[in-house]
Every structure is written in C-alpha cells, then in structure tokens.
C-alpha cells in the first residue's frame, strides 16, 4: 500500500514538473524568443504591416479597407465614394451579429458555387456598377473588359489589392473627380503596381490603401 502511494507521488511530481518546465520554455522563454527574433529581423512584419500617413497609422498592407460616402438615412449600403480607387467587393461572412461590443471586422469566402443564382445576380449588378461608375463622358466602359476582381470578392473577404487592370479602368474616373489629368493618375498607378514575387510566384497587383495615399498627396499637392 505503501510503495504504492509512494509511486503515485512520484508520477504525480514527475507530472507536475514537466508541466513547469514545458510552461516555461514553450509558454515564456519560446514567444518571448520568436517575438525578440521577429522584432530584429523584420520589425515592420511582425507589427502587423503597418501603413502610416502623416505620422499616423492608418491600416495594413495586408487588410482591405473600404471607401464609402457617409451612411444616408434609409440606406442600407453605403455608395461607394468615386473619388477614391475602389476595392474589391467584399461579399465574406456579412456584419457581425454575435459581439456587438466591439466593430469586429470579419473575414471568410461565401462559398457559392459558380452556377448559384445568388452569386450570379451579385456579379451581374457589381459589373454593371463598375461600367456605369467608371465610364465618363468620351469614354465609356466595355463590360467585356470588366476584370473579375472588380466584382467578386477574395476568399478571405479582405483582400487588399487589386489587379493592374482594374486599377486601370478606374483612372479617367479618379482623374475626373479630382481634376487631375489622366497621364498623372496613370502614372500613379504604374508606380504602385507590384510584380509578381520572386518574378513568377502569383499575379502582379496593386495596393489600394497605399494607392489612395499615393493619391491624397498628389491632389493635395496638385
């Protein structure tokens, strides 16, 4: 009976500390490493990729953000504000209904198949949105050159790039709106495009958040 408790002791002190010591080394001295590691190597990344303007942070280059006019009363989406390059659409997982505590920003792909009438309907107004909102007098927009990612969404919802050839359709209209000149805003573009990584990994892209700030500065400055 003796030897028996005497071993159920020791298995239960030999449990505890191999609990100790792996809370210890994987709980503390592991993150604390990584982050430390992280924090030298690449400070920029492991702060969430931050993009700041006028001292002041105003996203990440890895979540999309939108650009909408002002909530209208009765409306229950806001309009897009045209002055600004648009995102892609964002049909994720809808408005968070569960912690309304906090504006939670949710992320996830909609999961309809390419023959669901839903979605179908979606990319239909989307890209008869897109050619109506950027089409300007003298030069209006072909459907057929409507680019995919202008209407529909990423699988997470937040993707926060768009093609080169959406930014592009989208031009004459900033340039319209802020009374810049096609050439500049083209320009513009073309600087904030990014190839693809390490010259062949995906497809070449351009960041809107970094875009539109690219943009702000050119019009405040124009």
């Known amino acids: 009976m003796n030897n028996s408790v005497g071993n159920t002791a020791r298995l239960l002190w030999a ?4 609990l100790l010591v792996l809370t210890v080394v994987c709980g503390v001295i592991y993150p604390l490493a990584v982050t430390g590691i992280a924090q030298g190597i ?12 006028n001292g002041k942070v105003v996203g990440s280059e890895l979540i999309g953000q939108r650009y909408d006019l002002p909530l209208k009363k009765g409306q229950e989406t806001a309009a897009p504000d045209l002055k600004w390059f648009q995102p892609r659409p964002s049909n ?10 906090y504006k939670l920003i949710l992320s996830g792909a909609t999961n309809r198949s390419g023959d669901n009438k839903e979605l179908i309907d979606w990319v239909t107004a989307a890209k008869a949105a897109v050619v109506k909102d950027n089409s300007v007098p003298g030069h209006p927009v072909n459907p057929a050159d409507v680019p995919a990612d202008a209407v529909t969404s990423s699988g997470s919802g937040l993707d926060p790039a768009i093609s080169p050839a959406y930014a592009q359709l989208q031009v004459r209209r900033v340039a319209e709106r802020n009374h810049l000149g096609v050439a500049q805003v083209d320009k513009l573009v073309e600087q904030h495009t990014d190839g693809r990584i390490l010259g062949f990994v995906g497809e070449p892209r351009v960041n809107v958040l970094q875009l539109n700030i690219a943009l702000k500065q050119l019009v405040n400055g124009a």
Not at 15 to 18: E, F, K, S, T, Y
Not at 92 to 101: E, F, K, P
Request: proline share 4%; aromatic share 4%; charged share 15%.
């Open 92 to 101: 994720g997982l809808g408005t968070n209904s569960v912690n309304t505590q």
């Open 42 to 53: 690449f400070p920029d990344k492991a702060n969430g990729s931050e993009i700041s303007s």
């Open 15 to 18: 449990g505890l500390r191999a």
